[in-house]
């Protein structure tokens, strides 16, 4: 709503607002464009214009919006995944991912779901055996091997724990 807000008062009229993309009737002056990024930046937003860094969030905004708002099997081959809706071959996604991030997609991918893992053990509605089927694992032998090898816990001692502590996802 906020970014909705500024970019209507920069004066432009946003098609589309989603998740990390912005789409704009017409296309801004360079003074809508200063006044919209010094507006977006008092909340702590940041207008992304270089082509790298919009892939780069793009896939980032594709992993987010599977493992954390959608019903789709988690469990599908991300590389198909994201070169279907990214429209770019995965190899150049992996490797300008790899590039610009220092790490991988699939690490990437790995700690979205502990973190959407840890969310589900904390409300405690879900068994591990539910958690592990949502989020596509195998087994839940395999997901609690993952989940120990990122927090260094076990999920049952991170569900024990009076404290939990996830990060936010600007973190990963």
Do not use: C, W
Request: net charge negative; charged share 25%.
């Amino acid at each position: 709503m906020i970014v909705k807000t500024e970019i209507e008062n920069a004066g432009l009229n946003p098609q589309i607002v989603d998740l990390g993309e912005i789409e704009i009737e017409t296309p801004p002056t360079k003074d809508q464009l200063t006044t919209l990024d010094h507006a977006l930046r008092q909340f702590g937003f940041e207008m992304i214009d270089d082509r790298k860094s919009q892939i780069i969030n793009r896939i980032k905004n594709t992993i987010v919006k599977l493992v954390h708002h959608s019903d789709q099997n988690i469990g599908t081959n991300l590389s198909e995944y994201l070169a279907s809706e990214i429209h770019l071959e995965y190899h150049y996604l992996s490797n300008l991912f790899s590039e610009v991030e220092g790490t991988t997609i699939e690490k990437y991918f790995i700690n979205q779901r502990i973190e959407k893992a840890k969310e589900l053990i904390v409300y405690g509605e879900l068994s591990l055996s539910e958690i592990s089927y949502q989020l596509g694992y195998s087994s839940v032998s395999y997901l609690s091997n993952q989940f120990k090898k990122i927090t260094g816990l076990t999920p049952t001692h991170y569900k024990s724990l009076k404290e939990h502590k996830r990060k936010n996802i600007e973190e990963l």
